[in-house]
């Protein structure tokens, strides 16, 4: 769906400015806005999302009994690249 929203020269600048820091376009940067206000991008929910899977996360024993997190940083890295890559674009990852 397309909208149109009249503002300010001023606030469109900065609207500019401040999508261009994130790294989004202005329509994306909207968007996320609309979606925080709306309640269904509530950054201190997705914060305890991710507290609640970490929680979940097996540790395996390693050296002298501590405990290490079994974690492949390769693969990660390529899941965080692929979900980036597909909400904003393929040159979003650098």
């Not at 206000?37 to 305890?48: D, F, S, V």
């Amino acid at each position: 769906m397309t909208i149109s929203v009249r503002m300010d020269p001023l606030l469109e600048r900065e609207l500019e400015l401040a999508a261009k820091r994130q790294g989004l376009t202005k329509s994306q940067f909207v968007i996320d806005a609309v979606e925080r206000a709306l309640g269904r991008r509530n950054p201190y929910e997705l914060m305890l999302a991710l507290k609640a899977e970490e929680t979940q996360v097996t540790y395996g024993a390693g050296s002298a009994g501590s405990a290490e997190l079994a974690y492949e940083t390769e693969s990660a890295k390529a899941a965080i690249k692929a979900k980036l890559k597909a909400k904003h674009g393929p040159g979003s990852t650098g």
